[in-house]
């Protein structure tokens, strides 16, 4: 078995004292000022929301801008929390103690246990988050479609495989959830959701490079038919990422319907070309691999229109 690569050596190094769990002061709480900011963009950039961004959007009231902004904020906290409960730490403990852990040595379990502890605190972070601002703005929570979409996957898995689907859907959310949160953090946001998220990325990079380098390591060992579950649950789940969530837009645009279906059509009429733009960290890393280079592989990825 080689030794783990230098990368995720090097990047937990410093983890006592520069991780958000650790290291960071901030507490995430809103000061009644903070409530005060009525800029939608403050709470949720438009940038980031095909729905957001919309003409049709731009059209309502600042007051009905608001609500979507928090709305998007809230359904992004509540996934998070969920998302590293129920996928990523899952994947972690078949690292350390399941079925993957014949592929990994010493120094991957204890850096994965320390990414496991980072993904608790991005948990609680997240769900305080959503917690005040839901609480304030009096929204309803709507489960995340992205999340039933995952666990889909995760029930369509053979059992002697879960394990490999597990870490599939860890290695694509921590290498998109890299993108996402630096397309955040770019945005001028109301001061505690600012440093949660600027907190998170700085979590989530090390992350990333961690499932990179776990994703290059496991591909080298697994037989052909491993790779070729592995390939074909690459792309399903992150189709399953980068679907739009009908369900949640159609909920918070329910004061507009007709708004509504028009925003849900266009965006279900073009989410497929967002994905290549959407995967790319994904895609980088997968790119560290041979596994393009194999032309059946290739054309699979093609064919779902993630290279050219």
């Known amino acids: 078995m080689k030794k783990t690569t230098n990368r995720s050596c090097t990047v937990f190094k410093s983890w006592h004292t520069t991780s958000a769990v650790r290291s960071r002061p901030y507490a995430y709480h809103f000061s009644v ?24 959007t731009t059209l309502l009231s600042k007051k ?26 899952k994947a972690v403990q078949s690292i350390v103690t399941g079925k993957l852990k014949e592929y990994f040595d010493e120094t991957i379990y204890l850096n994965a246990l320390k990414l496991y ?39 369509n898995s053979p059992p002697a ?16 959830i890299t993108y996402e949160l630096y397309s955040l953090t770019r945005a001028s946001l109301v001061a505690p959701v ?6 998170h990325l700085h979590d989530e990079g090390r992350h990333a490079i961690f499932f990179s380098d ?22 399903k789940t992150l189709k399953a990422f980068c679907q739009p969530d009908e369900i949640f837009l159609g909920s918070i645009f329910k004061k ?7 925003i849900i059509d266009n965006i279900n009429e073009n989410w497929t070309i967002r994905m290549p733009i959407t995967s790319k960290m994904t895609l ?12 059946r592989y290739a054309l699979q990825f093609r064919s779902a229109g993630l290279i050219a």
């Open 194 to 199: 600012a440093h949660m998220l600027i907190d």
């Open 33 to 56: 000022e903070d409530f005060t900011q009525s800029e939608p963009d403050l709470w949720f950039p438009s940038a980031l929301s095909p729905a957001l961004a919309h003409d049709l």
């Open 161 to 176: 495989l879960s394990s490999i689907t597990r870490f599939c859907i860890a290695f694509v959310s921590e290498t998109l």
């Open 256 to 262: 507009h319907p007709s708004f509504g279906k028009v």
């Open 117 to 155: 502890a980072d993904e608790a605190y991005h948990a609680l972070f997240s769900r305080e988050i959503a917690d005040q601002v839901a609480n304030h703005f009096c929204l309803e929570r709507i489960n995340s479609a992205r999340l039933k979409r995952l666990d889909q996957v995760l029930k």
């Open 284 to 295: 980088r890393a997968i790119m560290r691999t041979d596994l393009l280079k194999e032309e």
């Open 214 to 235: 776990c994703f290059a390591r496991l591909w080298q060992q697994l037989c052909i038919p491993q790779r070729d579950y592995l390939v074909a649950t690459l792309l």
């Open 64 to 89: 009905d801008k608001l609500i979507l902004h928090a709305y998007h904020l809230v359904h992004f906290m509540d996934y998070t929390t969920q998302l590293e409960m129920c996928h990523i730490n």
